[in-house]
């Protein structure tokens, strides 16, 4: 039950009275309303108990998402490669800090070498992309589902955009094929649309 509800049935009490007064009966639609609107609060008192305790396992839920999701990508420890046409894309996945941070070294070829950095924020999994643009995109993961073996990640923030139109990596999608192969596709955004996207297959070689 809801805040909402209890308003409601608030109102119909207080219709109940006004009906009760023009029938000349305000006494007892007065002691009527006085015992309802006791049992009200007491019923509210409860409600608003397990409003916060839904809350308090909505957010053990959300945490609990977000650690199911860091854990996953902390399989890929590794070496990966995938093939684009422009060449040879190279990924180093490294657990660092306790286990807490986990980072990519990025090898695109015609572009410098790039990192992206994965941790726990709380009840989220965040991202940073150190991007060759010279920005570096903060992104949010949505809710994992482990059955989907799909992660994704959408644009929060990012510093050092030149303005707001400039371009920038805006989403991050992995799909988990295997055990050694993974599929990611990162969204670049220029002048409020996307400019290009192209999903990659990579397969870990170590």
Same mark, same amino acid.
């Given at each position: 039950?809801?805040?909402?509800? !209890? /308003? @409601? /049935?608030?109102?119909?009490?207080?219709?109940?009275?006004?009906?009760?007064?023009?029938?000349?009966?305000?006494?007892?639609?007065?002691?009527?309303?006085?015992?309802?609107?006791?049992?009200?609060?007491?019923?509210?008192?409860? %409600?608003?108990?397990?409003?916060?305790? %839904?809350?308090?396992?909505?957010? +053990?839920?959300?945490?609990?998402?977000?650690?199911?999701?860091?854990?996953?990508?902390?399989?890929?420890?590794?070496?990966?490669?995938? +093939?684009?046409?422009?060449? @040879?894309?190279?990924?180093?996945?490294?657990?660092?800090?306790?286990?807490?941070?986990?980072?990519?070294?990025?090898?695109?070829?015609?572009?410098?070498?790039?990192?992206?950095?994965?941790?726990?924020?709380?009840?989220? &999994?965040? &991202?940073?992309?150190?991007?060759?643009?010279?920005?570096?995109?903060?992104?949010?993961?949505?809710?994992?589902?482990?059955?989907? #073996?799909?992660?994704?990640?959408?644009?929060?923030?990012?510093?050092?955009?030149? $303005?707001?139109?400039?371009?920038?990596?805006?989403?991050?999608?992995?799909?988990?094929?295997?055990?050694?192969?993974?599929?990611?596709? !990162?969204?670049?955004?220029?002048?409020? #649309?996307?400019?290009?996207?192209?999903?990659?297959?990579? $397969?870990?070689?170590?």
């Amino acid at each position: 039950m809801n805040r909402s509800r !209890w /308003i @409601k /049935i608030s109102a119909v009490v207080l219709v109940l009275m006004l009906i009760l007064v023009n029938a000349g009966k305000a006494q007892a639609s007065f002691r009527f309303v006085v015992s309802t609107l006791r049992d009200e609060r007491n019923f509210l008192a409860m %409600a608003m108990s397990i409003a916060e305790a %839904a809350r308090t396992t909505e957010a +053990q839920n959300s945490q609990s998402k977000a650690v199911q999701a860091f854990e996953r990508l902390k399989t890929m420890s590794g070496h990966w490669v995938a +093939q684009m046409p422009a060449g @040879k894309v190279e990924i180093d996945y490294e657990l660092l800090a306790g286990g807490s941070v986990f980072v990519a070294q990025e090898n695109v070829p015609h572009f410098p070498r790039m990192m992206t950095v994965y941790h726990l924020d709380g009840d989220r &999994l965040v &991202l940073t992309h150190y991007c060759g643009a010279g920005n570096q995109p903060h992104m949010q993961a949505e809710p994992f589902d482990p059955k989907s #073996k799909e992660l994704r990640f959408a644009f929060v923030n990012a510093t050092n955009l030149v $303005h707001p139109g400039a371009g920038h990596m805006h989403s991050a999608v992995f799909r988990f094929i295997g055990p050694d192969d993974v599929t990611e596709e !990162w969204t670049w955004y220029q002048n409020g #649309k996307i400019a290009f996207h192209e999903p990659l297959r990579f $397969h870990r070689m170590k």
